[in-house]
């Protein structure tokens, strides 16, 4: 039966205030829309395996959506980027779209406390011919920073880097990635918008992790903001992505 344009309207509403909707647009439909026309058809085959696969797992609300892997898959060319980072992998659309970007002798530093979902992905990633490029440590990113750090080689030596993992962790990402990255390189936090709740009146039913991980969140978008090492740009792709170009 068709629906009355105020059904629809409430119903397109009522998605839109779903965790884990993957567009901040006001309409579904120009969702829809974006990724009919100009995503799907161009997402790289071993892309589109990768989604169907993660689409069946339950953690799936956490996976990169396919206009993300398209915009970081973009970006990456567009910097010339070869030597990366990610620290959130999941079951690795993000690593896929990076490691089909980078060239042949690209690297990727990949961290997550979770294999097991990295290896679900991992022989898509292998059969599309790009696994050389990715390096994968399992565990907390955080003292793999540390170490970095103090050993001292690998200041300034990043290109690009992605976070998407904690969010109570991202500031203390922030204070070692400023070191990593290169001077004109650029690091990119995903989530920076969590779900719209960033402009959440203070008694929204919001679900109990986004409650929680959204204080995190508006204290990273104010310490960036705030940054002079860092020009940023902040994007309404996905759930929000934040670019920081390092400046010195
Ligand atoms: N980028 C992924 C993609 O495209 O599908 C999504 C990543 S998912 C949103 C967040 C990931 O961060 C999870 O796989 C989780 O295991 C990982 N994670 C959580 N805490 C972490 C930590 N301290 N260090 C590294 N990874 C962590
Ligand atoms: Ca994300």
Same mark, same amino acid.
């Given at each position: 039966?068709a629906q009355t344009a105020s059904a629809a309207t409430e119903n397109q509403a009522g998605r839109h205030q779903e965790?884990?909707h993957k567009s901040l647009l006001q309409s579904d439909d120009l969702y829809q829309y974006i990724?009919?026309?100009?995503?799907?058809?161009?997402?790289?085959?071993?892309?589109?395996?990768?989604?169907?696969?993660?689409?069946? !797992?339950?953690?799936?609300?956490?996976?990169?959506?396919?206009?993300? %892997?398209? /915009?970081?898959?973009?970006?990456?060319?567009?910097?010339?980027?070869?030597?990366?980072?990610?620290?959130?992998?999941?079951?690795?659309?993000?690593?896929?779209?990076?490691?089909?970007?980078?060239?042949?002798?690209?690297?990727?530093?990949?961290?997550?406390?979770? +294999?097991?979902?990295?290896?679900?992905? =991992?022989?898509?990633?292998?059969?599309?011919? @790009?696994? !050389?490029?990715?390096?994968? +440590?399992? %565990?907390?990113?955080?003292?793999?920073?540390?170490?970095?750090?103090?050993?001292? +080689?690998? !200041?300034?030596? /990043?290109?690009?880097?992605?976070?998407?993992?904690?969010?109570?962790?991202?500031?203390?990402? !922030? +204070?070692?990635?400023?070191?990593? *990255?290169? @001077? %004109? %390189? @650029?690091?990119?936090? &995903?989530?920076?918008?969590?779900?719209g709740?960033? @402009?959440?009146?203070?008694?929204?039913?919001?679900?109990?992790?986004?409650?929680?991980?959204? &204080?995190? *969140?508006?204290?990273?978008?104010?310490?960036?903001?705030?940054?002079?090492?860092?020009?940023? $740009?902040?994007?309404?792709?996905?759930?929000?992505?934040?670019? $920081?170009?390092? =400046?010195?």
């Amino acid at each position: 039966m068709a629906q009355t344009a105020s059904a629809a309207t409430e119903n397109q509403a009522g998605r839109h205030q779903e965790v884990g909707h993957k567009s901040l647009l006001q309409s579904d439909d120009l969702y829809q829309y974006i990724l009919e026309t100009s995503v799907y058809p161009r997402e790289p085959e071993p892309m589109k395996e990768l989604r169907e696969i993660t689409a069946n !797992h339950p953690w799936n609300i956490m996976t990169t959506s396919a206009d993300e %892997g398209q /915009f970081l898959n973009m970006l990456l060319k567009l910097i010339n980027a070869k030597n990366t980072m990610e620290i959130g992998v999941y079951t690795g659309y993000s690593l896929l779209a990076t490691a089909l970007a980078l060239p042949d002798d690209g690297k990727i530093l990949a961290m997550d406390i979770n +294999k097991e979902n990295y290896e679900l992905g =991992l022989p898509v990633i292998e059969k599309a011919g @790009v696994a !050389h490029k990715i390096d994968f +440590k399992e %565990g907390p990113a955080l003292p793999v920073l540390d170490q970095m750090i103090a050993n001292g +080689k690998y !200041h300034g030596s /990043f290109d690009f880097i992605f976070v998407d993992a904690d969010k109570d962790n991202y500031l203390n990402y !922030h +204070k070692r990635l400023i070191d990593l *990255v290169k @001077v %004109g %390189g @650029v690091i990119g936090y &995903d989530n920076t918008l969590w779900n719209g709740s960033v @402009v959440a009146p203070p008694d929204a039913p919001l679900r109990k992790y986004v409650r929680y991980y959204r &204080d995190f *969140v508006l204290e990273l978008n104010k310490a960036l903001a705030a940054d002079p090492r860092i020009e940023i $740009c902040q994007l309404p792709v996905g759930d929000g992505i934040t670019l $920081c170009r390092r =400046l010195s």
